[in-house]
């Protein structure tokens, strides 16, 4: 089966402490995304990668990073940094960087920071 | 800049009642209009969309019109069914630039009751 897969499902961490998500597609699309939900809010894009080794901030990149050194994997990496990290995270990818391209999502990891 | 305004939720209907959620949004040159469905727990699933003016966009029986003298793109089922309780999101992508982004308005509740 062709998909974005997301892991893991729930993730805790204390405060202070790095966590870095997993995003893997088999769909062998060229652009890929992180994005952040909050409840009751629509979503935030945190980063986005239309290539390999390439990669671009979105609207709320502080606090955050991430890596693109597989076409098919795209971790984001939560600091320390990051005032407010409990949220539901959302990976997503497209075929290509044009505007017509429908993303894809995966199912989300949500992280609580105790 | 880009902004998608949808209307506030929680909406609650009966089943087979008829279904409109509001759709308006500001952006530059001609963005394409999509509408995802997040079921609880869930990531984001592609609904519909339209990539330019007077394109109607239709699945599972939900259909929505890109009217560009209205900047609407408003969501519509004839008899909704309680399989469609979900968090409704109304989102755009530009046209043009180098940059992709996807801007997501807040997400719209429904709740339909037997």
């Known amino acids: 089966d062709g998909g974005i897969t997301q892991s893991p499902k729930y993730l805790f961490r204390k405060e202070g402490q790095n966590v870095t998500l997993s995003c893997e597609q088999n769909?062998?699309?060229?652009?890929m995304y992180w994005y952040r939900q909050d409840p009751g809010q629509g979503l935030r894009l945190i980063y986005y990668s239309q290539i390999v080794n390439d990669f671009q901030k979105g609207d709320i990149a502080e606090g955050y990073s991430v890596s693109r050194e597989k076409k098919e994997s795209f971790p984001l990496t939560v600091t320390s940094a990051q005032k407010n990290p409990t949220a539901f995270y959302l990976c997503?990818?497209?075929?290509?960087?044009?505007?017509?391209?429908?993303?894809?999502f995966g199912p989300g990891t949500r992280l609580t920071v105790l | 800049g880009n902004s998608v305004t949808q209307m506030e939720g929680p909406v609650t209907l009966s089943e087979e009642a008829f279904l409109t959620i509001n759709c308006t949004y500001t952006?530059?040159?001609?963005?394409?209009l999509f509408w995802y469905v997040q079921y609880p727990g869930e990531g984001l699933q592609l609904l519909l969309k339209?990539?330019?003016?007077?394109d109607k966009g239709s699945n599972k029986g939900f259909e929505a019109t890109y009217r560009k003298e209205t900047t609407s793109f408003h969501l519509e089922k004839g008899s909704v069914q309680v399989s469609d309780s979900a968090v409704y999101f109304c989102a755009l992508t530009r046209s043009s630039g180098s940059a992709r982004q996807l801007t997501f308005g807040s997400g719209t509740q429904l709740t339909v009751l037997p």
């Open positions: 952006a530059t040159g001609y963005p394409s």
């Open positions: 769909l062998n699309h060229d652009a």
């Open positions: 339209a990539t330019k003016a007077d």
């Open positions: 997503a990818s497209s075929m290509s960087r044009q505007s017509t391209d429908t993303q894809y």
